[in-house]
């Protein structure tokens, strides 16, 4: 007796041609994904919290819950995509500033930060400065950005809004481009 196919040959040698094309397309595109070496991370690490030092003391501190490292970028960087609390020191003690952000990226060749998303930044005194994107060249020692700030100086009793920023590495001393709808207490007992 001769066993009974449960499809006709012709229509199972479709099904399984089929089923090789789409196999194939799926792995076409994984390859070319992995083929884009730029795009792959490095190093990839979670819940990570570092320093960096100079010469014994302690000059940056940081915890983010995500780094990845582009060696393989045409420009090499690292990104912190689920954000990052960065702290810089006056000694191994003092916070001088601290910044938090939903994401940044460091630029190695450029020694060149960029926060965007919610950031925060702190400055010693007190002073808060809230904005959707900040850089922080390390080279020129310099913060700055482009985009709508919102300043609390404590010092000064004022609420400052504007439209970009420069400011020295600790924020102490910064200067607001475009000045808009800012609030600023006088104490009459002075």
Same mark, same amino acid.
């Given at each position: 007796?001769?066993?009974?196919?449960?499809?006709?040959?012709?229509?199972?040698?479709?099904?399984?041609?089929?089923?090789?094309?789409?196999?194939?397309?799926?792995?076409?595109?994984?390859?070319?994904?992995?083929?884009?070496?730029?795009?792959?991370?490095?190093?990839?690490?979670?819940?990570?919290?570092?320093?960096?030092?100079?010469?014994?003391?302690?000059?940056?501190?940081?915890? =983010?819950?995500? /780094?990845?490292?582009?060696?393989?970028?045409?420009?090499? %960087? #690292? &990104?912190?995509?689920?954000? !990052?609390?960065?702290?810089?020191?006056?000694?191994?003690?003092?916070?001088?500033?601290?910044?938090?952000?939903?994401?940044?990226?460091?630029?190695?060749?450029?020694?060149?930060?960029?926060?965007?998303?919610?950031?925060?930044?702190?400055?010693?005194?007190?002073?808060?400065?809230? =904005?959707?994107? /900040?850089?922080?060249?390390?080279?020129?020692?310099?913060? %700055? #950005? &482009?985009?709508?700030?919102? !300043?609390?100086?404590?010092?000064?009793?004022?609420?400052?809004?504007?439209?970009?920023?420069?400011?020295?590495?600790?924020?102490?001393?910064?200067?607001?481009?475009?000045?808009?709808?800012?609030?600023?207490?006088?104490?009459?007992?002075?």
């Amino acid at each position: 007796m001769k066993p009974i196919a449960p499809y006709p040959p012709t229509l199972a040698a479709l099904l399984l041609a089929a089923l090789a094309c789409a196999s194939c397309k799926s792995s076409i595109e994984r390859i070319r994904e992995i083929n884009d070496i730029q795009s792959i991370p490095s190093l990839r690490i979670e819940n990570l919290t570092g320093r960096m030092t100079e010469l014994g003391g302690i000059k940056v501190r940081y915890a =983010t819950p995500e /780094l990845r490292q582009f060696h393989f970028a045409e420009e090499k %960087y #690292t &990104d912190f995509p689920k954000g !990052i609390e960065l702290y810089r020191y006056l000694d191994s003690v003092t916070v001088e500033a601290s910044v938090v952000a939903d994401y940044a990226i460091y630029y190695d060749a450029k020694d060149l930060w960029e926060a965007t998303g919610n950031v925060l930044v702190k400055n010693m005194e007190g002073d808060e400065l809230s =904005t959707e994107k /900040l850089f922080w060249n390390q080279k020129t020692k310099k913060v %700055y #950005t &482009d985009a709508l700030v919102k !300043i609390v100086d404590t010092k000064k009793g004022a609420t400052i809004f504007g439209k970009g920023l420069i400011s020295d590495e600790s924020f102490t001393d910064y200067e607001v481009q475009e000045i808009f709808n800012s609030v600023i207490y006088v104490d009459d007992e002075k």
